[in-house]
């Protein structure tokens, strides 16, 4: 069993920065594959990204890349995303999650462990 523990999140204004933690704790969370994905309510919980479990692949929903940067550290069991010029748009809870098998997984029934979510708000 994995555990999944998010934070960072937080209230930023338009055009900052935050970046998230996923620390994890049991398993082996440095084989599997990593995703952040967010919900914004009223709306679908989307994938905007997952790293492989070496951190050789990266995956990207196209509204985030070039402001956004996941990377791991499997010696600390710990997943970040780096969140620059952020946008109104992109306030929502944000979940990270791990998957045992498969590469770069986008899809939520693809996940196998869940956090408990962090609240990130963009202010305009």
């Known amino acids: 069993q994995v555990h999944l523990v998010e934070s960072g999140g937080g209230l930023v204004q338009a055009g900052g920065s935050l970046r998230l933690s996923c620390a994890a704790s049991?398993?082996?969370?440095?084989?599997?594959?990593v995703g952040w994905f967010r919900q914004a309510p009223g709306k679908e919980r989307e994938c905007i990204t997952s790293i492989s479990w070496s951190g050789g692949s990266t995956y990207y929903a196209d509204s985030m890349k070039g402001r956004f940067t996941i990377s791991r550290d499997n010696a600390k069991n710990t997943v970040y995303l780096q969140m620059n010029s952020l946008k109104p748009e992109d306030t929502a809870v944000y979940y990270c999650a791990a998957a045992i098998t498969g590469p770069l997984q986008t899809g939520v029934g693809q996940y196998d462990y869940w956090g408990q979510g962090t609240q990130v708000t963009v202010s305009s």
């Open positions: 049991g398993g082996t969370f440095g084989t599997y594959t």
